[in-house]
Nanobody, 122 residues
Framework: QVQLVESGGGFVQAGGSLRLSCAAS????????MGWFRQAPGKEREFVAV????????SYTDSVKGRFTISRDNDKNTVYLQMNSLKPEDTAIYYC???????????????WGQGTQVTVSS
């Protein structure tokens, strides 16, 4: 089992920034790709960003390109999501995820975090 604990969510005004962190523990040797998904009220969970084990490959959903940056520190088993120029439509619960394959699909996620709320006011 792998446990994921997110932190860094909160309330921010439009145009502001937040940095999410997700620390993995347990059987971390099974962790390959790490990523973030989000779910807004009344909507399905959607892909936000993913990063490969080496950190050399990253993918983002179109709506966050140029504003969000995903990174990881394998020594700390932690993945980060730097979110800049936040918009009200970024409001959602953000979930950390790990998988053995590099993918933007929720179906291949092996482990999920409990989620952290991000609220952006207009």
């Amino acid at each position: 089992q792998v446990q994921l604990v997110e932190s860094g969510g909160g309330f921010v005004q439009a145009g502001g920034s937040l940095r999410l962190s997700c620390a993995a523990s347990g059987r971390t040797f099974s962790v390959n790709a790490m990523g973030w998904f989000r779910q807004a009220p009344g909507k399905e969970r959607e892909f936000v960003a993913v990063i490969s084990w080496s950190g050399g490959t990253k993918s983002y959903t179109d709506s966050v390109k140029g504003r969000f940056t995903i990174s990881r520190d394998n020594d700390k088993n932690t993945v980060y999501l730097q979110m800049n120029s936040l918009k009200p439509e970024d409001t959602a619960i953000y979930y950390c995820a790990t998988s053995r394959v590099y993918s933007a699909r929720a179906e291949v996620v092996d482990y999920w975090g409990q989620g952290t709320q991000v609220t952006v006011s207009s």
